[in-house]
């Protein structure tokens, strides 16, 4: 017996266009009576929900630190029956606590979707809500809602355990509220509470004004370039207070034994605010002689970039488009009376554009993820370096975010 | 396989491992970036021999910010809210870290009591940070179900005593925002100090507990002991520094062997150990713990009266005038050597040419393609935990 009229089944869930179709499902939904028998079952799981929610921290940075504190002692979520749960096939509510990078997002879009209906989904903080002051640099998502959908944002930076209480609170209310709707029909997310959603048009919004960039921009060149425009003598020096027996922060000055190294190193200059500045072809070896001389613990790795015209003053000012790299290598040992402690060595090579340094990594290991940071970041080469690859964007990401030609706020990321 | 991976002393981050013979096909296994041991966002690839750690390639990145683009068009009085978020569990350090390299580019100089607030609000969030990794690490070793949840209990109860005595004069429980430069902008409230003596007195009391509960525990000891170690001379070409470096036998502590703040009016107590493995890094941290009651206890008696910056605190950037320099400052935080690099890009600007953070935690990151390798799946928690990474720090 064929049956050709069109079947009636309402979608239980609706990914990509496939619905939820099941004859027996369907056989079911057209008894009479049924929805007057499953009432009852529905207040059920409704209570279940609400007092079992179930969290799965997507916890990134700060706010992680306070949905931690909420778990433990003091506040002790356990007793609103709301327990972490490491996985995403157990949990109910995903609570996105911190920032989410361009690097992440991904991820968190993939941990929701292994998320078994029903689900939701809090934003915890201001990170989680806008991306708070990182929202528009290059590599930070401005707010989670822009692919997740949200039902609950708790505002703050970060927000304190009670806030997460609330919110868990405000959760369960709104879960009550959807009880009693027709069990087949999905429940549609919208953007969850809207009026705390920011104004401001966000940088992937069709209607965000391609010029407000623009004037963003403006206005904080303004704000970074006021104070140089007002007169000096409206300055307002703090007095030095009379207290005070000497600076504490003492900038690191050169170590005066060194003085004859560095010289035979091909150094003729020692200013006095700044690192030397080293011949290329001499820095390796400086940097061994160094570690042989007790200098073994690596500091940094500071690489800027100076666009032509722009360098620091002293021995090299202007010039073409360069780099300029800052080492810094440590001595340990107890310091004893006056004598011993931790005495700093820094200097600096200067690398043309299109040029690049010879690398440290096979001299002092540490060296290694330091330079894949400066080439990943400022853009600068490093020769001879036996891993190369960005240590901070992804892979497939162009260009180098701290090189002073790269706009503020850039629009590479695919979520802008 | 086993024994001969463990005998390398160094084993070679560059492994290809199409060079290796193992017993069976290795297997790729990604941890991270979500996974309650990573301590935030952090993806290590895991080569696997078995259970054998072959080759380890850590991804760190997920949380990179750009915080150091940001830096460069705020003004230098604007900075101390955004560092707070690098390291969260000690944004007292971080705050101090970065004001003390500007009063050193613009020459400021900072009252004693000042250096005395500083002193005592780095010690006491040294013991926030250490009882938060003491807590979170037997977590990670015991888990929900074993025995760990206890230890994380009584270290967030006793952290949320010295939390709520931040919060008592700066307002916020953590992001305090009360460090500027040439001092700081909250002075103590009345009564505080007895406050702090009580708290250190409770925390004193209770240090017998954990140490029952972490190191004299015998799963403990099985789980940590000759797990990760790690040379010494190896971390120090690797940056390594804090508590991580203190446990391979090194004897370095910026606190004591490059002063700041007011340490050089106390003698401080360097706590070390030689064995350099999960093990050692506890019985360090829990020595810290220690050592930095008793400091807080000196420099709450010694507190000087007078005022807390320089009469005019820095709020505008009008205030100062930066042409040229470059100034890196470096201090001792619960993670290490945290330090701030910082150019003046000259012309009289009001920010930063280019500001660079030396993270502890990154550094300590960096061992462990040099410690995983010959470890076991098990061990490779306990390591991560026991380096203690701040992933704001590391990635920022």
């Known amino acids: 017996m064929g049956v050709d009229k069109p079947r009636t089944s309402l979608p239980l869930f609706d990914e990509g266009g496939r619905s939820y179709e099941h004859p027996l499902y369907d056989k079911l939904l057209s008894m009479p009576g049924l929805s007057v028998g499953v009432a009852p079952l529905d207040r059920l799981l409704t209570w279940g929900l609400t007092n079992s929610l179930w969290v799965f921290p997507m916890a990134t940075s700060c706010c992680g630190i306070e949905l931690m504190a909420a778990a433990a002692s003091r506040v002790d979520l356990d007793r609103m029956g709301t327990f972490y749960r490491g996985t995403p096939r157990q949990g109910d509510v995903m609570v996105v606590a911190g920032t989410i990078t361009v690097k992440m997002a991904p991820r968190v879009k993939r941990l929701w979707e292994q998320m078994p209906e029903p689900k939701w989904a809090i934003a915890m903080g201001s990170c989680a809500i806008s991306g708070d002051f990182y929202r528009d640099l290059y590599p930070v998502v401005p707010g989670i809602d822009t692919f997740l959908p949200v039902d609950v944002y708790i505002p703050g930076c970060p927000p304190n355990p009670e806030s997460l209480m609330a919110g868990l609170l405000e959760l369960a209310a709104k879960i009550r509220s959807e009880q009693g709707k027709p069990l087949t029909a999905p429940v549609q997310k919208t953007g969850g509470l809207v009026a705390t959603k920011p104004s401001i048009a966000r940088i992937g919004d069709p209607e965000r004004d391609p010029s407000l960039s623009d004037q963003q921009m403006e206005a904080a ?24 027996p000497g600076t504490v922060a003492a900038p690191p000055t050169f170590a005066p034994e060194l003085v004859e190294l560095f010289q ?22 400086l940097a061994r002689a160094l570690v042989e001389r007790g200098y073994k613990q690596l500091v940094y790795v500071v690489a800027s970039h100076w666009l032509a015209g722009k360098g620091r003053s002293g021995n090299v000012a202007g010039g073409p488009e360069h780099h300029e790299v800052a080492y810094g290598l440590r001595t340990v040992g107890p310091k004893r009376g006056a004598e011993g402690g931790s005495k700093l060595a820094w200097w600096s090579v200067r690398v043309e554009a299109g040029g690049a340094a010879p690398t440290l990594a096979h001299v002092i290991a540490g060296a290694d993820w330091q330079e894949r940071e400066q080439w990943d970041l400022v853009g600068v080469r490093f020769s001879g370096h036996p891993d190369l690859r960005r240590l901070m964007m992804p892979d497939d990401w162009s260009g180098h975010p701290l090189r002073k030609d790269y706009p503020a706020d850039a629009h590479t990321a695919p979520w802008r | 396989m086993e024994v001969a991976l463990r005998k390398i002393q160094r084993p070679d981050p560059y492994l290809d491992i199409a060079d290796v013979e193992a017993d069976a096909e290795l297997m790729l296994l990604h941890l991270g970036p979500q996974h309650p041991s990573t301590h935030g966002v952090f993806r290590i690839d895991l080569y696997l021999d078995g259970e054998i750690i072959v080759k380890a390639v850590p991804f760190p990145g997920y949380l990179h910010r750009g915080v150091e683009k940001l830096c460069e068009r705020l003004t230098f009085v604007q900075q101390t809210p955004v560092v707070d978020k690098h390291d969260y569990v000690a944004p007292m350090t971080s705050e101090q870290a970065i004001n003390m390299a500007f009063e050193a580019l613009l020459k400021v100089e900072v009252p004693r009591r000042a250096r005395y607030l500083r002193s005592i609000f780095a010690e006491m969030q040294r013991i926030a940070s250490h009882l938060l990794w003491l807590g979170t690490f037997t977590l990670d070793l015991g888990g929900a179900m074993g025995g760990g949840t206890t230890l994380f209990m009584h270290c967030f109860r006793e952290r949320e005593t010295i939390l709520d005595l931040f919060e008592e004069v700066t307002g916020a429980r953590f ?83 490059a002063p700041f703040h007011a340490y050089d009016e106390v003698e401080v ?18 020595e810290e713990l220690r050592e930095s009651i008793r400091l807080v206890r000196l ?50 600007g009001a920010s930063p040419y280019r500001l660079k953070f030396r993270a502890p935690s990154l550094h300590a990151l960096s061992t462990l ?24 720090e590391v990635d920022r």
């Open chain 1, 264 to 285: 035979a190193h091909g150094v003729v200059d020692f200013p006095k605010d700044a690192p030397p500045v080293v011949p290329l072809a001499r820095h390796v070896a």
């Open chain 2, 369 to 392: 393609p040099y410690v995983l390798p010959g470890a076991t799946l098990s061990d490779c928690v306990a390591i991560l935990g026991s380096l203690d990474p701040i992933m704001g």
């Open chain 1, 221 to 244: 060149s303004r704000a970074a370039e006021s104070p140089v425009a007002r007169p000096a003598e409206e300055l307002e020096m703090p007095p030095v207070p009379e207290t005070a």
């Open chain 2, 175 to 257: 992001h305090y925002n009360t460090h500027t430069i040439g001092g700081n902008r909250h002075d103590l409230t009345a009564g505080w100090a007895a406050k702090v003596k009580s708290a250190m007195d409770l925390i004193e009391s209770r240090l017998s507990e954990y140490v029952s509960m972490s190191y004299e525990n015998r799963i403990f000891r099985q789980r940590t002991s000759g797990v990760g170690v790690l040379d010494g001379a190896l971390a120090l070409e690797l940056g390594v520094s804090g508590p991580i470096l203190r446990a391979s036998g090194v004897d370095h502590d910026l606190r004591r062997d």
């Open chain 2, 269 to 286: 107590k360097v706590a070390t150990a030689t064995e350099g493995d999960c093990l050692a890094r506890t019985k360090v941290r829990v």
């Open chain 2, 299 to 348: 420099f709450l008696d010694g507190l000087p009266e007078g005022p807390i910056n320089g009469g005019k605190p820095i709020k505008l950037a009008g205030q100062y005038k930066v042409n040229t320099g470059q100034v890196y400052v470096g201090i001792e935080t619960p993670r290490g050597e945290l330090g701030t690099y910082v150019i003046a890009g000259g012309e009289g």
